[in-house]
Antibody, heavy 117, light 112 residues
Framework: EVQLVESGGGLVQPGGSLRLSCAASGFTVSSNYMSWVRQAPGKGLEWVSVIYSGGSTYYADSVKGRFTISRDNSKNTLYLQMNSLRAEDTAVYYC???????????WGQGTLVTVSS | NFMLTQPHSVSESPGKTVTISCTRSSGSIASNYVQWYQQRPGSSPTTVIYEDNQRPSGVPDRFSGSIDSSSNSASLTISGLKTEDEADYYC???????????FGGGTKLTVL
């Protein structure tokens, strides 16, 4: 059974950093493409970043230069390093598995990041 | 870059049929597959339609998807509405200009 479990969210001050983790089971992270998607409180979904099986990474313009996606194959875990955080980064962050033409076929339960002083 | 525009909300009675539209602002709707996601309150999104009109296993055939090149839009149709269908629905497609994905703003479906 495919499972994705995010962790690492919390309260951080503007300008601070946070690293999110997404532990996967039931499949191999490095064999699929994996994304982070976020949802601000009461708002819609926003794609944040993707890492492909070959290692290529891409980012939404809103986070480019501040966020870094990576994975640890030995731990079958996806990460999102978030630096220079802003109030507008406050959201629930979901990790999602991509498979073939389905970019988000499994989602985690999400982890809340709150950027506030 | 392009945007996907959805109605903010729709409502319909149980047993009826509702259609949610998703209009692409630029570029052809047919150039990249459209997916639809259902998100119930407090839950993560789940896929109800992929590749424009395909249903994942477990999604009832009351859910169907289509695209219309003349209006440059995609549509999600839910027939035989049930109260459990009440949720937010998001369309989504690929943006090759930035190697990422675009979501519509979401449509709140109320079944009353």
């Amino acid at each position: 059974e495919v499972q994705l479990v995010e962790s690492g969210g919390g309260l951080v001050q503007p300008g601070g950093s946070l690293r999110l983790s997404c532990a996967a089971s039931g499949f191999t992270v490095s064999s699929n493409y994996m994304s982070w998607v976020r949802q601000a409180p009461g708002k819609g979904l926003e794609w944040v970043s993707v890492i492909y099986s070959g290692g290529s990474t891409y980012y939404a313009d809103s986070v480019k230069g501040r966020f870094t996606i990576s994975r640890d194959n030995s731990k079958n875990t996806l990460y999102l390093q978030m630096n220079s955080l802003r109030a507008e980064d406050t959201a629930v962050y979901y990790c999602a598995r991509g498979y073939s033409t389905r970019p988000f076929d499994y989602w985690g339960q999400g982890t809340l990041v709150t950027v506030s002083s | 870059n392009f945007m996907l525009t959805q109605p903010h909300s729709v409502s319909e009675s149980p047993g009826k049929t509702v259609t949610i539209s998703c209009t692409r602002s630029s570029g052809s709707i047919a150039s990249n597959y459209v997916q639809w996601y259902q998100q119930r309150p407090g839950s993560s999104p789940t896929t109800v339609i992929y590749e424009d009109n395909q249903r994942p296993s477990g999604v009832p055939d009351r859910f169907s998807g289509s695209i219309d090149s003349s209006s440059n839009s995609a549509s999600l149709t839910i027939s035989g509405l049930k109260t459990e269908d009440e949720a937010d629905y998001y369309c989504q497609s690929y943006d090759s200009s930035n190697h990422g994905w675009v979501f519509g703003g979401g449509t709140k479906l109320t079944v009353l």
